[in-house]
């Protein structure tokens, strides 16, 4: 069983000109790369309670809580660093207050969905985000190869 993680990705804008939140991680896993915002679930804490959590702490703003919309999960699998792991539940979110900030651990950015950065991100992004950023709610398993860098299995598991 991987580590229990919450991310949640902020939306604003509609059709075209729809923008997702972003940020390039400064320090720890994936140090460097774009990534969605979000973290480890504590203790006692709800998945969404988690990405409201994670999301002040990494970018400086509240969550409206009724707006948080489930997105469903990813199941990554690191065989060749096992204790990477991970459970994630994503959320998506169109309400929140305060102005988005960079913080130590990450530099939020906001991206068109149309041109996510694909090449600065994980490799497995481009297989289930844009699913996810559609409004789709499904579970994914996400197999890395040996590098810990390339997909070696993605499965849509419903």
Known sequence: MGAPIALCFLLRGSGDGSQV????????FGRGK???????????ESPAEA?????FEEAGVVLDASGIRPA????????AR???DMECVMFTCRSWSG????????????YPIE?????????????WLPAVLAGGASDFLVVMAEDNET????????
């Open 72 to 79: 469903g999960t990813i199941d990554f699998r690191f065989p």
């Open 115 to 127: 041109s996510l950065p694909i090449t600065d991100m994980w490799q497995d992004a481009d297989h």
């Open 34 to 44: 774009i990534v969605g915002l979000g973290g480890h679930i504590e203790p006692g």
């Open 82 to 84: 096992p204790e990477w």
């Open 99 to 110: 102005e988005v900030i960079e913080t130590e651990e990450i530099a939020p950015a906001w």
């Open 21 to 28: 939140l972003l940020g390039r991680k400064k320090r720890g």
């Open 51 to 55: 990405a409201a959590r994670e999301l």
């Open 151 to 158: 997909v070696a299995q993605f499965a849509v598991l419903g």
